[in-house]
């Protein structure tokens, strides 16, 4: 255990990768999310083609796609993140579809339709009334994470499965802050903001250049603490979009999946460049590389050289690549070894084995009437390497929450109600949509 042990202590020399101003940023410890008064246990699905047995009577309702084996599963959380939240799932028997680029264009139109109208209930007079979503905070997000030696309660690459949450204004007025810099444990710090978060989106923002435009996306904002702290964005790549109904265009589907192949690419140039990592973009995210195995870093003159050579690059971001790389170290055997039979240890100190991303759709305004057709809407993309959570939203004065599914109210009569009826206004909505 003395080498897992030193682990939090070196993690430390990573804040150096912060840029100045982000240990200001305010983040939440803990937000608190309703609970079911009898939550199964959890257990890893090791067969998402088995999905029907995985979440029962959980699924609220399959909705098919024309000409299509897959189908979008609309599925009520065991563990939910807020009190109005769904989660839509690519169902299938036959694939397991991870990534945008896996899903047939029909589908992924099913899915962004689907998603299109949580945010239409949430501006709906009669809907925001009756639920009472006035003020609240919308964000539609889902993670691309290959985290199974991390995590043992999912299986590896994740079944493409998107959240839609609604934070109620009296959620959003509960936040406490806190500035990152007072966040004592390292792991958790790095948790709510990765420490590659920044340097990443700028090896984005290159790789992306001259792209969006054709794609009728805004420009990337600038990736500075400052803007997140005064405009209480969540970290990450910022890509303004024209408005809600985006997602309903074949626009909207051409960025996601350009999104994902760029950073996939991105991913496999800059790892092979600073590590023993083939550069293999495609169907195996880990090259040869297996589970519990990581690459080893190479000597810095030839880390160097190979940066030099990714022709997209600017020399900038190439030295600020070759600062990080000086503060990597490799996972020795025994360190491996330790944290492979600790499944918590390897959680927090382990970093991820592949291209790790969340994508949020989300809004600064807060919901009610007219939200829909008036909000602004940005895309944010939040590259992950450290960072043991997905999703970590802007709540309240926030930057980034963790989401506590554990210390909140039991749902009685009354939210179980109001659970239930958002949800089926929700399923009337989607079934009436193509």
Request: net charge negative.
């Amino acid at each position: 255990m003395h080498e897992v042990a030193d682990l939090p202590k070196s993690h430390d020399r990573l804040d150096q990768l912060y840029p100045a101003g982000a240990l200001d940023l305010p983040v939440a410890l803990s937000v608190s999310a309703p609970r079911n008064l009898h939550t199964p246990r959890e257990y890893a699905n090791l067969d998402p083609l088995l999905y029907r047995d995985y979440y029962g009577t959980n699924i609220l309702a399959e909705l098919s796609v024309t000409g299509e084996e897959e189908r979008v599963a609309v599925i009520d959380k065991a563990w939910p993140h807020s009190l109005n939240d769904i989660m839509l799932l690519v169902a299938s028997d036959s694939h397991r579809r991870t990534h945008v680029e896996h899903i047939p264009d029909p589908v992924l139109a099913r899915l962004l339709n689907a998603a299109l109208a949580y945010t239409a209930m949430a501006s709906d007079e009669q809907t925001v009334r009756r639920f009472d979503l006035d003020g609240g905070r919308l964000t539609i997000g889902w993670n691309c994470d290959p985290t199974r030696d991390r995590d043992g309660g999912q299986w590896w690459d994740k079944t493409l499965h998107w959240h839609l949450n609604l934070y109620p204004r009296q959620t959003q007025a509960a936040v406490t802050t806190t500035p990152l810099r007072d966040i004592t444990d390292v792991s958790v710090r790095h948790a709510l903001v990765d420490p590659f978060s920044y340097l990443a989106q700028q090896v984005l923002r290159e790789a992306l250049e001259h792209q969006l435009p054709a794609l009728k996306a805004g420009p990337i904002l600038p990736g500075d603490p400052l803007l997140d702290i005064e405009n209480r964005y969540p970290v990450g790549l910022k890509i303004p979009l024209p408005g809600w109904d985006y997602l309903g265009t074949p626009q909207c589907r051409d960025l996601l999946r350009m999104l994902h192949t760029t950073t996939l690419h991105a991913y496999h140039q800059i790892s092979s460049a600073l590590t023993d990592h083939p550069a293999v973009p495609g169907t195996n995210a880990r090259g040869t590389y297996g589970i519990w195995e990581r690459p080893r870093l190479r000597l810095p003159a030839d880390a160097e050289q190979r940066l030099d050579r990714i022709e997209w690059l600017s020399p900038e971001t190439g030295s600020s690549l070759l600062r990080a790389h000086a503060l990597l170290r490799d996972v020795s055997p025994r360190q491996m070894q330790t944290l492979r039979s600790n499944r918590h240890l390897a959680a927090r100190f382990l970093t991820l084995a592949g291209p790790s991303y969340n994508i949020t759709f989300m809004s600064p305004d807060p919901t009610g009437l007219e939200f829909h057709d008036q909000a602004r809407v940005l895309l944010v993309l939040q590259p992950k390497v450290f960072s043991y959570i997905g999703h970590t939203p802007a709540l309240g004065t926030s930057v980034a929450s963790i989401i506590n599914r554990r210390i909140g109210p039991i749902m009685g009569s009354d939210l179980l109600e109001h659970r239930k009826s958002l949800q089926h206004e929700f399923l009337h909505r989607v079934s009436t949509t193509p």
